[in-house]
T-cell receptor, first 114, second 109 residues
Framework: EAGVVQSPRYKIIEKKQPVAFWCNPI?????LYWYRQNLGQGPELLIR????????DSQLPKDRFSAERLKGVDSTLKIQPAELGDSAVYLC????????????FGPGTRLTVT | GQNIDQPTEMTATEGAIVQINCTYQ??????LFWYQQHAGEAPTFLSY??LDGLEEKGRFSSFLSRSKGYSYLLLKELQMKDSASYLC??????????WGAGTKLIIKP
């Protein structure tokens, strides 16, 4: 079974530039999460999708961040314009729901904003 | 507010046993997870507890006391490859996963 796929793995951009991250979850997983993780901290939820519906985006900075999951499968997270404080690892995870709701993570995208 | 506390860093010796504690205060409880995260990699699932008691899985065990808002992860026969961060996370009443900051475990020969 293929795992969660993310691209790119690394991205370096200058501040005020746009950037986009892509995620393809495990086949059959209806729930998709985008997290941001800073060094030495736990993941911080940005947005959670149930199929194509965003059910929790309360932590997403909506002035510069946007996300979509149009067909309920893969998803894109965008930042425009990027700020220095956006430097972090952006993790995508998916789960199949059910009782345990174990989340499977992709390798992440390490973003550096200069 | 919701809060998960775990030690920032722990050191242990290869072959020994270490216990990593986690205390939580959350809006509701639908289970507690432990994840392992090696430096520069994504978190990987270790264990899930929803009922009180001990769950054993090979060298790793996880314990939960819901009345005390407390869990621990027990690692036996430590190996150098166990050097990693261990993240405690609680599924709240909205089925949102609340994450601790993680405990960095350093294994010394």
């Amino acid at each position: 079974e293929a795992g969660v796929v993310q691209s790119p793995r690394y991205k370096i951009i200058e501040k005020k530039q746009p950037v986009a991250f892509w995620c393809n979850p495990i086949s059959g997983h209806n729930t998709l999460y985008w997290y941001r993780q800073n060094l030495g901290q736990g993941p911080e939820l940005l947005i959670r999708y149930e199929n194509e519906e965003a059910v929790d985006d309360s932590q997403l900075p909506k002035d510069r961040f946007s996300a979509e999951r149009l067909k309920g499968v893969d998803s894109t997270l965008k930042i425009q314009p990027a700020e220095l404080g956006d430097s972090a690892v952006y993790l995508c995870a998916s789960s199949s729901g059910g009782e345990v709701r174990e989340q499977y993570f992709g390798p992440g995208t390490r973003l550096t904003v200069t | 507010g919701q809060n998960i506390d775990q030690p920032t860093e722990m050191t242990a010796t290869e072959g020994a046993i270490v216990q990593i504690n986690c205390t939580y205060q959350t809006s509701g409880f639908n289970g507690l997870f432990w994840y392992q995260q090696h430096a520069g990699e994504a978190p990987t699932f270790l264990s899930y507890n929803v009922l009180d008691g001990l769950e054993e899985k090979g060298r790793f065990s996880s314990f939960l006391s819901r009345s005390k808002g407390y869990s621990y992860l027990l690692l036996k026969e430590l190996q150098m490859k166990d050097s990693a961060s261990y993240l405690c996370a609680v599924l709240d009443s909205n089925y949102q996963l609340i994450w601790g900051a993680g405990t960095k475990l350093i294994i010394k020969p």
